[in-house]
Structure formats: structure tokens, C-alpha cells
């Protein structure tokens, strides 16, 4: 359920981003929140392959579409990235196995993901 609302509210991204960045210069208010989207979404891609989910490049492809739906451009693009990879390299650094741990943290991080994107789609939807 929660892999269903994440994906579900970063496609509502999509539909909000535009407005947001004209009105503000380039830079979305929620910026902050999409870079620890960002974050959480390159740590589920480690962490959820770690633990044997099969499914493949899913969370990268997220990943992808929340950039390619921000159309981000300079640093706004390299912080995205940036919080993916640190997301991806921390949890690599940290977990060789699965672990009871881990699926904690694909719990939580799976929540406050989902959170994350409602509260700004709540927030910054028109």
C-alpha cells in the first residue's frame, strides 16, 4: 500500500511542479522536501534490492520521473541527484545483507515518503 501511494504522489508531483517554479524564480518551495524524496527514494533502491524485492530499477525510475516531472535545471538538478546518490552510497556502506534493521528502515522510509509527497500535493496542488 504504501509503494502504491508514493508512486501515486509522484505522479501528482507532475502535475504541480510547472506553477510552483515559475512563480518562484526556478526554485519550487518544496525543494527541500524533494530532496529528501530524493534521498529516500535512492535508499530504497539499495535497500529494497538488498533485501530481495526483485524490482529491479523501480525506485530508480521514481527517481527519474520526479526529475523529468521538476524539468530541474543547474544546481536544483545536482541537488536531486545528489540526495539520491547520498541516499544509495549511505545505506551501501552501511548494510552488506538484509537485515531485520533494514526492513525497518524500507518500512519507515516507505511512510515517510508517502508523506512527504502528500504533504506537498496537499500543500501545492491547485
Keep these: 500500500m504504501a509503494n502504491r501511494t508514493l508512486i501515486l504522489a509522484l505522479l501528482a508531483l507532475a502535475l504541480l511542479s510547472a506553477p510552483a517554479r515559475a512563480a518562484e524564480g526556478g526554485a519550487a518551495p518544496y525543494d ?17 534490492a538488498l533485501c530481495g524485492s526483485n524490482e529491479g530499477t523501480k525506485w530508480r525510475n ?5 526529475v523529468d516531472a521538476e524539468t530541474p535545471g543547474g544546481e536544483r538538478r ?5 540526495g539520491f546518490n547520498r541516499g544509495f552510497r549511505g545505506f551501501q556502506q552501511t548494510y552488506r545483507t538484509c537485515t ?3 526492513e525497518i ?4 522510509y516507505l511512510d515517510e515518503g508517502a508523506r512527504i509527497s502528500r504533504d506537498i500535493t496537499a500543500r501545492y496542488a491547485n
Design 78 to 82: 545536482d541537488k536531486l541527484v545528489a
Design 105 to 108: 528502515v524500507i518500512r519507515r
Design 62 to 66: 521514481e527517481m527519474q520521473a520526479l
Design 100 to 102: 531485520p534493521a533494514a
Design 32 to 48: 527541500r522536501d524533494l530532496q529528501r524524496l530524493a534521498e529516500i527514494l535512492g535508499s530504497l533502491h539499495y535497500l529494497r
